[in-house]
């Protein structure tokens, strides 16, 4: 078991470091994990209750790279030989990890080039990677991925239908190894942009969601929207949680065991907001 880093070189390689379980933990030698002959970039790291450790990067020449794998086992004790879990001929552009209570691993990302498709793919702690990625959706504009403790993993994501700017989620039931609930869409608008959905569940299975919004000109809002799993088992319509005339270039929005919800976001001209909710 340990604490797991992933550092990238100046020769663009990917690497892990692992800290040993003792009274008093030192890392462990770094590990290349990259092809060093190859662009690798983005590592996204994901623990399992086990100690079950998971990396994925992105891996190939710049401008068209795939998204490899790689995970270390508490008795193991080394990294597994790096596995490619996106499909040949579709480049990655960004991606997600999240680990639920079950220790079954998920990453979700979208590609590169040409149509833009939402993909996800699973490694499961007692067989191994699914057999081959899903689609999830179409056209993602920003995405975010939550497990909760009894393993059931959310993704939630932008994208527009042709008709209508929508936020939507969709479930991997605990055990399963591909995304089986239905697409919800918790918010739709034929005319006000939305993008990059944050996503936070608590260990109750209560949730929030949090999107950027288009208001006109540079002027960007934030709105959110919870999921109540014990009386409501859907989503609250939409609130504002507040806005800049200068852009908003990042935000998140954790929710704790009690229910209570923060936002936090910052603006382009460099100064930051916080809203915090009960």
Known sequence: A??????????????????????????????????????????????????????????????????????????AGEWSTPQQISADGEYVNEARIAVGGDGNTTVVWNNNGGSSFLKARTYMRATGWSPTTQTLDTNPGGMAIAAGDDGLVTVAFATYTGSDHVVRTVTRSAGSDVFDGDLVDVTSSPTVSVWDPSLAY???????????????????????????????????????????????????????DAGNAAAFWGTNDHKSAGYGAA
């Open 2 to 75: 340990g604490l797991l880093a992933t550092t990238l070189t100046i020769a663009a390689s990917a690497c892990a470091v692992s800290v040993a379980h003792a009274a008093d933990p030192t890392w462990l030698p770094a590990v290349t994990l990259s092809d060093t002959s190859q662009f690798a970039l983005s590592p996204l790291g994901a623990a399992a209750p086990d100690g079950t450790a998971t990396v994925v990067w992105k891996q190939g020449p710049q401008d068209a790279q795939y998204l490899y794998a790689s995970t270390r086992t508490p008795d």
């Open 202 to 256: 608590n260990a109750h299975g209560d949730g929030i969601v949090m999107w950027r919004v288009d208001l006109g000109g540079s002027d960007r809002g934030l709105r959110t929207a919870r999921y109540d799993h014990a009386t409501k088992n859907r989503w609250s319509d939409s609130a504002p949680v507040g806005h800049s005339a200068n852009g908003i270039s990042s935000a998140s929005v954790p929710i704790d």
